[in-house]
């Protein structure tokens, strides 16, 4: 059993060593990390899983972004981790659910994310077209999922870092 809570300033440093584990050198190279900078996450929705020790086992962080001309506001999802050791439980399933629920419930409208279609499709991710991640990133990588039906209707466009 895992406590899920919201990331605190004190888990920082266990966060990004989980990220560093899980994911490939040079992650934060990658364009969706240029429109992480500068900005706040969104902490209602960036969660930790601890198990009944206290150890970290996963963690999802969201931050917001624009997309299109009309610069419509947006989750850019990510990273999502679980540890290598707790990987198969089901434990990513609970923290997408989760935090899209809690999204949902916050008003967001809608969520962006760069990964893998077969595994987020499970959770209603669909590719977006007319969506443009900023390059290097891979076209059919880019995903969406609508918190409100019909979100992400007609909306096309440079995502782009947010700014209030």
Known sequence: MYELRE???DDWWEVEALYDTCFAPGR?????YRL???VARVGPLCLVARDGNGILAGAIRYWPVAVGEDRL???LLGPVAVHPTRQGEGLGGVLMEQSLAAAKALNWRRVILVGDAPYYGRFGF????HVDMPPPTNPARVLGYALTQGAWDGIAGQVTRYAP
Do not use: V
Request: hydrophobic residues 30%.
């Open 36 to 38: 992480r900078e500068d």
């Open 126 to 129: 669909n590719r977006l077209e």
């Open 28 to 32: 934060e190279a990658l364009s969706s």
């Open 73 to 75: 506001d947006a989750l």
């Open 7 to 9: 990331e605190s300033p």
